[in-house]
């Protein structure tokens, strides 16, 4: 199986995105995906999950800002990102564990089956 993202590209403070992520070979609607990002010289970090049953979940720093959703149709997840800020730049994964439901520690990236390449958002004035 395979995640493909895309979507990245450039914005100003304050600004919004919206990220997509395709997926393919294996059945994606019974899985909770995820976002994770990396920023230069920094570890990388889970964003936002979201389960197989519509849960959510978020990292508080995007909390009330960022906003994960799904169209299994599409067999895509996607990450709306408004009112940005120059932290939020950095590479945007997509990935999944292979488990129906986010849990409590989505964000450790345990047992992550797939990795996407990533997508580069940048922030700036």
């Known amino acids: 199986g395979t995640v493909v993202e895309s979507g990245g590209g450039s914005v100003q403070p304050g600004g919004s995105l919206r990220l997509s992520c395709e997926t393919s070979?294996?059945?994606?609607?019974?899985?909770?995906l995820m976002w994770f990002r990396q920023a230069p010289g920094s570890e990388r970090e889970g964003v936002s999950c979201?389960?197989?049953?519509?849960?959510?979940g978020y990292a508080y720093s995007v909390k009330d800002r960022f906003t994960i959703s799904r169209d299994n149709q599409q067999k895509s997840i996607y990450l709306q990102m408004t009112s940005m800020k120059v932290e939020d730049a950095g590479v945007y994964y997509c990935?999944?564990?292979?488990?129906?439901?986010?849990?409590?520690?989505?964000?450790?990236?345990?047992?992550?089956?797939?990795w996407g390449e990533g997508t580069l958002v940048t922030v700036s004035p």
């Open positions: 070979g294996f059945t994606a609607d019974y899985y909770a």
């Open positions: 990935a999944t564990a292979m488990k129906r439901f986010c849990g409590d520690t989505w964000a450790a990236q345990d047992n992550i089956k797939y």
């Open positions: 979201i389960s197989s049953t519509m849960g959510t």
